[in-house]
């Protein structure tokens, strides 16, 4: 019974490493654009950020566990890669002033915080009192990045428009939930498992959300609306809609950005 269940955490932990990937990846036309155009063109360097740092906890955490933590150890540390990769590209191409605030972004959350939170943790607690602790804050940090949607499913009942959530970005990312929901449920650790509930039912109720104003007459948004929006840990750029006479862009040309949750869905 006990190498059926090991079995199947094995198969949930796959599956969910393939998506988690997919998503990862999920910006890269992105920073094609960046690359082309040798400007960041308003996108924010913030998702990027807090996926690092996501990663970044998971990876401590997995690190701290040990048992039953490669899978989530493999795609964490893919995570830290692309995302720094990412947060590289950005500071090549961003503004003067874009480029001083990630600065100052990454070293308060990545250094500073990583560190405080790391010596404290080395320092003050042991054994499974400090895993207890290091997956507590991995808890928190994921149910605040999963209720995020709240932000992009009001933008949608204001605009009636679903430019800005397309059904198979909340699909992937429910069904990314429901496999790290299962590995977490099944090896029985409820810091991966709980979190990614919340991710499944914000998942399903954004599908609904679409399915309800998919078509609707899109209400056009203030140029300069650029305000950040996250998605079940994956952060949404919403890129200012751009005029029909300016260059070769038609329309309303929303951009969407994904970043990983700290466990991708862990």
């Given at each position: 019974?006990?190498?059926?269940?090991?079995?199947?955490?094995?198969?949930?932990?796959?599956?969910?490493?393939?998506?988690?990937?997919?998503?990862?990846?999920?910006?890269?036309?992105?920073?094609?654009?960046?690359?082309?155009?040798?400007?960041?063109?308003?996108?924010?360097?913030?998702?990027?950020?807090?996926?690092?740092?996501?990663?970044?906890?998971?990876?401590y955490y997995a690190i701290v566990k040990r048992e039953?933590?490669?899978?989530?150890?493999?795609?964490?540390?893919?995570?830290?890669?692309?995302?720094?990769?990412?947060?590289?590209?950005?500071?090549?191409?961003?503004?003067?002033?874009?480029?001083?605030?990630?600065?100052?972004?990454?070293?308060?959350?990545?250094?500073?915080?990583?560190?405080?939170?790391?010596?404290?943790?080395?320092?003050?607690?042991?054994?499974?009192?400090?895993?207890?602790?290091?997956?507590?804050?991995?808890?928190?940090?994921?149910?605040?990045?999963?209720?995020?949607?709240?932000?992009?499913?009001?933008?949608?009942?204001?605009?009636?428009?679903?430019?800005?959530?397309?059904?198979?970005?909340?699909?992937?990312?429910?069904?990314?939930?429901?496999?790290?929901?299962?590995?977490?449920?099944?090896?029985?650790?409820?810091?991966?498992?709980?979190?990614?509930?919340?991710?499944?039912?914000?998942?399903?109720?954004?599908?609904?959300?679409?399915?309800?104003?998919?078509?609707?007459?899109?209400?056009?948004?203030?140029?300069?609306?650029?305000?950040?929006?996250?998605?079940?840990?994956?952060?949404?750029?919403?890129?200012?809609?751009?005029?029909?006479?300016?260059?070769?862009?038609?329309?309303?040309?929303?951009?969407?950005?994904?970043?990983?949750?700290?466990?991708?869905?862990?």
């Open positions: 019974m006990a190498l059926q269940r090991d079995s199947w955490v094995f198969v949930f932990g796959l599956l969910g490493n393939i998506i988690s990937v997919m998503v990862f990846l999920a910006p890269l036309p992105t920073f094609y654009q960046i690359y082309k155009k040798k400007s960041t063109q308003g996108f924010q360097s913030v998702p990027y950020i807090v996926a690092l740092l996501s990663a970044m906890l998971w990876i039953h933590s490669l899978l989530l150890l493999t795609i964490n540390s893919f995570g830290l890669v692309v995302e720094s990769i990412y947060l590289a590209i950005f500071l090549v191409y961003a503004s003067n002033k874009a480029r001083l605030s990630t600065f100052k972004l990454i070293l308060l959350l990545n250094v500073f915080g990583f560190g405080a939170m790391l010596v404290s943790t080395l320092c003050l607690t042991m054994g499974s009192k400090r895993l207890s602790v290091i997956g507590w804050i991995c808890l928190v940090f994921n149910i605040t990045v999963f209720a995020s949607p709240l932000c992009i499913i009001r933008h949608v009942i204001k605009t009636k428009s679903v430019a800005y959530m397309p059904l198979s970005l909340s699909f992937f990312l429910s069904l990314n939930a429901i496999m790290w929901f299962f590995y977490g449920f099944l090896i029985r650790d409820y810091y991966i498992a709980l979190p990614n509930t919340l991710g499944f039912v914000f998942g399903i109720v954004q599908m609904v959300m679409y399915l309800i104003y998919r078509n609707s007459t899109q209400v056009m948004v203030p140029e300069k609306s650029t305000k950040l929006q996250e998605q079940n840990g994956h952060i949404i750029d919403i890129v200012k809609i751009i005029d029909t006479n300016q260059g070769d862009n038609s329309g309303a040309l929303p951009v969407s950005t994904i970043c990983e949750d700290p466990n991708s869905g862990k």
